[in-house]
Each structure stands twice: as structure tokens, then as C-alpha cells.
């Protein structure tokens, strides 16, 4: 059975940081690019930063660029997300995510989707 768990989410103030993780298994995603999307309550879900396989030339959303940082191992079947000087605007479920190609993942093409981690930014 293929599943996406993330953990790390939480509640922080602003300025604050946070590390999401997100371990895939079930069958090997070695060649997947991963990614994480965020939704907000009464929003729709949105990119955040996705991945290739091999662990290089992410790619962020603008209002990600700077503050989040997407890592991965080559070929590694975990990813992370960390998440700095975060805002009000930040609040929002964060969701772990896999797709062929990072091209896939930026346009919600995604394969599997995790359950999805809470993040509360508070003043």
C-alpha cells in the first residue's frame, strides 16, 4: 500500500520556523520527483516547492522563494521542507506529494497525495 505520512507540522509565531518531513513508502519512489502543496482553510490547495529524484534544482512558488527550503537525497524516498520567518499567511495544511517530474508535481499532476500536516502561525 503506497503512503505519504508527513510529520513536523505545529504551532509556531511569526518569525518562527517549523521542519515538515514526509516519508513515502510502499514502493519505490527513487525515480519520482516529490513535492509539497498547502491549503488553507477556504482555499483552494496550492504549489509550494516540488523536487526531482535527484535531489537538485528545486522548485518554489514565489511567496516560498527565500523562506522555504525543499530538500531530498538522491533517489530517497523522504523529503523535507523547512520553513522559515513564517507568517500569518503561512497558516495552512501542508501536503506531501509525488508525480513523475517536477513539471507535474508545479501543476498538481501528482500520483499520490499524503494526509496532510497542520501549520499555525500565530501573532
Known amino acids: 500500500q503506497v503512503q505519504l505520512v508527513e510529520s513536523g507540522g505545529g504551532s509556531v509565531q511569526v518569525g518562527g520556523s517549523l521542519r515538515l518531513s514526509c516519508v513515502a513508502s510502499g514502493r519505490d519512489f527513487g525515480r519520482d520527483a516529490m513535492g509539497w502543496f498547502r491549503q488553507a482553510f477556504g482555499e483552494e490547495r496550492e504549489f509550494v516547492a516540488g523536487?526531482?529524484?535527484?535531489?537538485?534544482?528545486?522548485d518554489y512558488a514565489d511567496f516560498a522563494q527565500g523562506r522555504f527550503t525543499i530538500s531530498r537525497a538522491e533517489g530517497a524516498n523522504l523529503v523535507s521542507l523547512q520553513l522559515n520567518n513564517l507568517t500569518l499567511g503561512d497558516t495552512a495544511v501542508y501536503y506531501c506529494?509525488?508525480?513523475?517530474?517536477?513539471?507535474?508535481?508545479?501543476?498538481?499532476?501528482?500520483?499520490?497525495w499524503g494526509q496532510g500536516t497542520q501549520v499555525t502561525v500565530s501573532s
Open positions: 506529494s509525488a508525480a513523475h517530474t517536477v513539471a507535474e508535481v508545479v501543476r498538481g499532476a501528482v500520483r499520490h
Open positions: 523536487i526531482p529524484w535527484y535531489g537538485d534544482n528545486p
